[in-house]
């Protein structure tokens, strides 16, 4: 049976600190898209209504059920209109499924990663992709953990990169700049944002970064970490073996392009708008860490977060989009069936 853990209004008392019985029952409703009623109830404190619905993620969606399967389909490296036709949705309300889904997996991952162990090495590198056309060229950096391949942060933005002088790419990139402006390149802003993403989650601790000889790198580093950090570097043009030190993130980089169709190179799946990628590799960020197990060798339960410690299993799809996570540690865990827990609780007892 649903309990509601507070009133899902901010402004509310019962929101914050709920007391007591602070609500009560007013029995159900019957969507259309669901099998089951819903039960309804009334915060005494502020007077307002509300669901169990008000808790969920498809909270005011029309067709539920689609959510999980679309969710693989999305991580599974096929484009937004294919994805349509198989749940049998329009290409639009993919779309908008698409920006509600990372959303709702960006407050997740915030939510069940708030701390990392100090002490651990992170890698960190940036792969070239492009918008719309290639003379738009984006960057997408990513840093993942060394051993377990957890996924820390990713981002997507746009950089400039001038062709040679006198051809004909370099008068296509005049001529978007005369209609555009001048391209932007927000390059170290990115990275900088994906370091500081990173050393929220340490909390002051040490670590150890490695990355290639990218001159920013080690100012970026530095900036964030200041002597917490021990830098190491190692050639792009090292051989890409398992040698390597970096490969965890060059497989990693593989992963990106083999599970969002957007990044495969001389296909008709390239990213139309910057913000688009980012949202996409948020469902890659969240699929990656809890979803997927870290190896083949590994068991299916085995997942980054699982080697962390962060959770006691594997999430399942309908897991990832079942309860909101807009209200950080205070949102019910993913886990959990009934709402009895919370982000900040202990979830051994619920799995």
């Given at each position: 049976m649903f309990i509601p853990p507070r009133c899902p209004h901010r402004h509310c008392g019962a929101h914050q600190h709920p007391r007591g019985v602070w609500f009560w029952r007013r029995g159900y409703y019957k969507p259309k898209c669901r099998r089951t009623p819903v039960p309804c109830f009334r915060c005494r404190v502020c007077g307002r209504g509300f669901s169990r619905q008000t808790f969920r993620h498809d909270y005011r969606d029309h067709r539920p059920f689609s959510n999980a399967p679309l969710l693989r389909l999305l991580v599974s490296g096929i484009s937004l209109r294919q994805a349509a036709r198989l749940v049998a949705l329009d290409i639009h309300a993919v779309q908008r499924k698409?920006?509600?889904?990372?959303?709702?997996?960006?407050?997740?991952?915030?939510?069940?990663?708030?701390?990392?162990?100090?002490?651990?090495?992170?890698?960190?590198?940036e792969e070239e992709t492009f918008e719309t056309e290639t003379i738009r060229p984006l960057t997408m950096p990513v840093l993942i953990e060394k051993e377990t391949w957890f996924v820390v942060a990713t981002d997507a933005a746009p950089i400039r990169r001038l062709a040679q002088a006198g051809s004909q790419r370099r008068l296509r990139q005049q001529a978007m700049g005369a209609r555009d402006g001048p391209r932007p390149d927000h390059s170290r802003r990115s990275v900088l944002g994906v370091l500081r993403a990173l050393a929220r989650r340490l909390d002051g601790g040490t670590l150890t970064l490695l990355s290639d000889e990218k001159s920013s790198y080690a100012t970026l580093v530095h900036e964030v970490f200041g002597d917490k950090a021990r830098h190491e570097t190692t050639p792009g043009t090292a051989a890409r073996t398992k040698r390597n030190p970096l490969f965890p993130i060059n497989t990693t980089m593989a992963m990106t392009r083999d599970n969002n169709g957007r990044l495969r190179r001389r296909s008709w799946l390239v990213?139309?708008?910057?913000?688009?990628?980012?949202?996409?590799?948020?469902?890659?960020?969240?699929?990656?860490?809890?979803?997927?197990?870290?190896f083949n060798r590994d068991a299916p339960e085995q997942t980054p977060a699982w080697f962390l410690k962060l959770l006691p299993r594997a999430l399942r799809p309908n897991e990832v989009l079942a309860w909101r996570q807009d209200w950080g540690d205070r949102s019910i865990h993913p886990m959990s069936r009934a709402a009895r827990h919370t982000v900040a609780e202990s979830m051994v007892e619920a799995a």
């Open positions: 698409l920006r509600k889904f990372a959303h709702s997996c960006a407050a997740l991952h915030d939510n069940l990663s708030p701390r990392l162990p100090s002490g651990l090495t992170f890698l960190l590198d990213t139309k708008r910057c913000q688009c990628l980012g949202q996409q590799l948020v469902l890659f960020q969240v699929y990656r860490n809890y979803v997927r197990f870290r």
